[in-house]
C-alpha cells in the first residue's frame, strides 16, 4: 500500500511522476480540492472525529436534562374559545364616538382595544365571582398558588384570596388575535382539563356581558344628555330671534337673500351699483379707444387717416383725380401750356382736391367729437358709482350688527335642528343594544394534556446538546490548535510539504520500515523519490534532517532517506551529529565509542570514524562518538565544513542528524555547512505560530530549506479514518 504524501518543492516544475496535488497519507485529499470553497468538509469531519466524545457528552447531556424536566413537568391542558369582533359605527354622535371601544375608521385599533379589555382585572374579577373560585381552595393549589391563610383580619383574607384567584386566572389566560381577521381566541392553561373548559368560556360570556352593559349605560346616558342639550338650544333660538327681528325693525333693513351662515347676501343699493359699475367699465373702455383713434389722428394729415382711406367718396374722388391726372399729361404732349383743354382739366383737379380736404377735415374732426361724447359718459357713470358708494357704505355700517344677529340665529337652528335629530333617534332605539360580538366556538373539553411535549422536549434538548457541542468544540480546537494534517501544512506554513510519514498501527517504527509494503516503507519511499527529483541533478549532494524538539522522528527519517538512497545505487554516508543525544548508532546497531566529536576535537581524521553499514550494500555512517562539554563550540569548528566537503568527494551523498531547533543553536550552525535542510515535524505536536517560528529561524542560516516531513501521523486520531482506510484497502489489495 501506498499511503505517502508528496509535493514537488518550489524552483521544481510538476511532472515525472509527481502530483499537483498533495494526497494525505491515508488517501485524503489535500491539494486544492476544497480550495476556494466555503467549507472543507474532509476537515470538519475531522474536528468532529478529533472531538467525538464531547459531542456526544454534550448532547446526551442535554438529552438526560430534557428528559428530567419533561418527567418533572405538570400535565397542562389548554381550552380555547373562538370570538367574531365587529367594529360598529357610533350611533349617538357625528362628531365623536361616545364608546371608547368603538373605532370605526381604525380595524386595528378597535380589536386591540377589546383585546384589552378582555385582560382587564374586571373580567378576570367576574369569572372568579361567576364560577366560585373565590371561596375555592383547591383552584388555587391546581394553579400551583398558596391559599391566604385564615390568621387575621376577615376582609383582608378575602382580599388577598380573591387577588389570588384574579392573579392566576390572569397569568394562565391568553388573549390573541388571528392575523387579517376580526377572530379573537381566548385561552385558558390549567392542570385541569374541565377547570381550563369552563374559564374559557366564562372569560368569553363575562366579555359579552361587559360590553351589551356598558353600551347599554352610555345610551341611557347619552339619550338623557341630548334631552338636557336640546332644551337650552330651544330656548337660545327663540332669544336669537326675537333679538333679530327687534333689530332689523329699529334700523330699517330690508335684505333680498341670505347665505347659509345667515348674512345678507343683497340689497336694492348693491344691485344697482353692481350694474352701474358694469356701464362705466364698458364706457371707460370705449374712452380710451376713442381716445387712442384722436390722439393718432390729431398729429397725423387727414389723408394718412385709415377712416378716411375707407370712406366710399373719399375713395370715388382719389379715382377720379388719377384718371384727370393721367388726361393731363397727355393733353401736355400735344397742347401749350395755356390751352383752354389743359386749363379745363386743371380745373376740375383744383375742385377734386377740395372735395378731398372738405371730406377728410369732416372725419378728422368727428373722431374728436367722438372722443369728447364718451369721456363725458365716462364722468357721468363715475359720479353715479360715486354716489351709490356712499349710500351703501351706510347700509353697511348698519347691516354689520345684523349679520352678526343672523349668524348666531343660523348656529342655534343648526344646533338645534341636529340634536333633535338625534334625541329622536336616542327614543326610537331606548332600550335596544346591538350585540358586535358573537361565539364562533366554545371551548371544548380538552383530552390530551398540551404540555409537556416529549418530542419537542427531545428535539430542543438535541439543538441544545449540538449548539453546546459545537461551542465547547471551537473552544477546544482555538485552545488546542495544532498542525495535525498536511492541509494544516499548506494552509498556514509557506514551506513545501515533502511527506507524510504514518504512524506504525503497532508503534514499532523500525520493523513497518523493514515491511515493504508498510505505509511507513512507501512513505519513506516516497520521501527519497521527492528529494532525488528536487533539482536537475538529483537530490541534494549533502542534506540536514532535523526537528522542533527530540522525539518527532528525525533520525529515523535521515536513516530511512539514506537507506533508500543506499538502494538505489548511490553511495550514501550518514553523520551522526547531535553531540547531546545521539540515536544513529542504535539504528545501524553500532557502538559509539569513536565518532564526530572526536573528530571535531582533532583526535582521529575523517576515513577512521567512516563505517560501512554490514546490512546495507552502499550506506556508511559516522556516530557522534562521545558526548563533549560544549558541543556548540565543536560544532562552530572549521573541521565540521571541512570534512563535509571531504565527504562529498568520497561519497554521492551525505545526510546528516542534527539536534533540534528549538532552544539549541547547534541546528543553525549545521544547516550553514551543508546544501540542503529538511525539517521533520511530528503531527500534532506544535502550534502554527510555533512551527513559523522555528521555520524563520532555520531559514536564515540554511543555505536551502527543501520542506517539511510531517512524522507520526495518525489518520484515525486526526479524524481521517475513513479516507485512510479507503486508500489502504483499495490499493495494497490489488
Excluded: C
Excluded at 376713442?290 to 370712406?311: D, G, I, K, T
Excluded at 509494503?517 to 549533502?542: N, W
Excluded at 566537503?645 to 568520497?650: H, L, S, T
Amino acid at each position: 500500500m501506498n499511503q505517502a504524501q508528496s509535493v514537488v518543492p518550489s524552483g521544481r516544475p510538476s511532472g515525472e511522476g509527481t502530483n499537483d496535488s498533495v494526497l494525505l497519507a491515508g488517501g485524503a485529499p489535500s491539494g486544492s480540492d476544497n480550495e476556494g470553497g466555503l467549507f472543507d468538509f474532509v476537515e470538519l469531519r475531522a474536528i468532529v472525529m478529533r472531538n467525538i466524545w464531547l459531542i456526544l457528552g454534550s448532547v446526551v447531556t442535554m438529552l438526560i436534562v430534557a428528559a428530567i424536566l419533561t418527567a418533572l413537568t405538570v400535565p397542562l391542558f389548554r381550552a380555547e374559545t373562538t370570538l367574531q369582533v365587529d367594529p360598529q359605527q357610533a350611533n349617538i354622535l357625528d362628531v365623536e364616538d361616545v364608546q371608547a371601544d368603538v373605532q370605526s375608521r381604525d380595524t386595528d385599533q378597535f380589536l386591540q382595544t377589546q383585546i384589552e379589555i378582555l385582560e382587564s382585572r374586571s373580567i378576570a374579577e367576574d369569572v372568579a365571582e361567576d364560577l366560585g373560585l373565590l371561596d375555592d381552595n383547591a383552584f388555587l393549589l391546581a394553579m400551583n398558588r398558596a391559599a391566604p391563610s385564615g390568621e387575621g383580619d376577615e376582609a383582608a383574607t378575602q382580599t388577598n384570596r380573591t387577588a389570588a384567584v384574579v392573579a392566576a386566572i390572569m397569568a394562565n389566560r391568553r388573549v390573541a388575535r388571528v392575523p387579517d381577521s376580526q377572530i379573537v381566541e381566548i385561552e385558558f392553561v390549567s392542570p385541569s382539563p374541565r377547570l381550563s373548559t369552563e374559564i374559557a368560556n366564562s372569560l368569553a360570556e363575562n366579555y359579552i356581558e361587559d360590553s351589551l352593559t356598558r353600551r347599554f349605560s352610555v345610551n341611557n346616558y347619552a339619550r338623557e344628555f341630548v334631552g338636557e342639550q336640546l332644551a337650552e338650544a330651544r330656548e337660545r333660538l327663540e332669544n336669537s330671534e326675537k333679538v333679530l327681528a327687534t333689530y332689523a325693525q329699529n334700523a330699517g333693513i330690508v335684505t333680498t337673500a341670505r347665505n347659509a351662515e345667515g348674512d345678507s347676501t343683497g340689497s336694492l343699493t348693491g344691485a344697482t351699483i353692481e350694474q352701474t359699475n358694469e356701464l362705466l367699465i364698458r364706457a371707460k373702455a370705449d374712452r380710451i379707444e376713442a381716445e387712442q383713434a384722436w390722439q393718432s389722428a390729431r398729429s397725423s394729415p387727414a389723408l394718412a387717416l385709415p377712416s378716411v382711406y375707407q370712406n366710399p367718396a373719399i375713395t370715388n374722388l382719389l379715382r377720379r383725380r388719377a384718371e384727370l391726372r393721367g388726361e393731363l399729361a397727355e393733353l401736355n404732349e400735344r397742347y401749350v401750356d395755356g390751352a383752354p383743354e389743359v386749363q379745363e382739366v386743371r380745373a376740375e383737379l383744383a375742385e377734386i382736391d377740395r372735395e378731398v380736404s372738405s371730406i377728410s377735415g369732416s372725419i378728422k374732426s368727428s373722431l374728436r367729437k367722438e372722443y369728447e361724447a364718451r369721456l363725458g359718459r365716462e364722468r357721468e357713470l363715475s359720479q353715479e358709482v360715486a354716489e351709490l358708494t356712499g349710500q351703501q357704505q351706510g347700509e353697511q355700517t348698519r347691516g354689520v350688527q345684523y349679520n352678526i344677529l343672523a349668524r348666531e340665529v343660523a348656529t342655534n337652528r343648526s344646533l338645534y335642528d341636529g340634536l333633535l335629530q338625534r334625541f329622536r333617534e336616542l327614543t326610537a332605539s331606548a332600550g335596544l343594544t346591538g350585540n358586535s360580538i358573537t361565539i364562533v366556538d366554545e371551548a371544548q373539553l380538552p383530552r390530551n394534556p398540551f404540555a409537556p411535549q416529549p418530542v419537542r422536549n427531545m428535539a430542543i434538548g438535541l439543538l441544545v446538546g449540538l449548539v453546546l457541542a459545537g461551542l465547547l468544540t471551537m473552544l477546544r480546537e482555538q485552545i488546542f490548535n495544532r498542525v495535525r494534517t498536511p492541509e494544516d501544512i499548506r494552509r498556514h506554513l509557506s514551506v513545501p510539504l515533502l511527506s507524510t510519514i504514518p504512524k506504525p498501527h503497532d508503534g514499532d517504527m523500525k520493523a513497518a520500515m523493514e515491511e515493504n509494503l508498510s505505509g511507513v516503507s512507501e512513505a519513506f519511499q516516497t520521501l527519497t523519490s521527492i528529494l532525488s527529483l528536487s533539482s536537475d541533478t538529483g537530490a541534494p549532494r549533502s542534506m540536514f534532517i532535523t526537528s522542533g524538539r527530540s522525539s518527532e522522528g528525525k533520525s529515523t527519517t535521515a536513516f530511512a532517506v539514506a537507506k533508500y538512497l543506499a538502494r538505489r545505487g548511490k553511495r550514501v554516508l550518514i553523520v551522526d551529529a547531535d553531540l547531546r543525544r545521539p540515536q544513529m548508532h542504535r539504528l545501524v546497531d553500532s557502538q559509539n565509542e569513536v565518532g564526530l566529536s572526536d573528530l571535531l576535537a582533532g583526535q582521529t581524521d575523517t576515513s577512521s570514524i567512516v563505517h560501512s553499514a554490514t546490512e546495507f550494500n552502499g550506506l556508511s555512517y559516522v556516530t557522534a562518538g562521545p558526548i563533549p562539554p560544549d558541543p556548540v563550540d565543536l560544532l562552530s569548528s572549521a573541521r565540521l565544513k571541512a570534512a563535509i566537503a571531504e565527504w562529498r568527494e568520497q561519497f554521492d551523498h551525505v545526510i546528516v542528524d542534527g539536534p533540534p531547533v528549538l532552544g539549541l543553536s547547534d541546528a543553525l550552525i549545521i544547516s550553514s555547512n551543508v546544501d540542503a535542510t529538511v525539517f521533520a515535524l511530528e503531527s500534532g505536536a506544535w502550534r502554527p505560530g510555533q512551527v513559523k517560528d522555528m521555520l524563520r529561524r532555520l531559514s536564515n542560516h540554511a543555505n536551502q530549506l527543501v520542506g517539511i516531513v510531517m512524522t507520526k501521523f495518525d489518520a484515525k486520531s486526526d479524524g481521517y479514518a475513513y479516507y485512510y482506510q479507503e486508500y489502504e484497502y483499495s490499493y495494497s489489495e490489488r
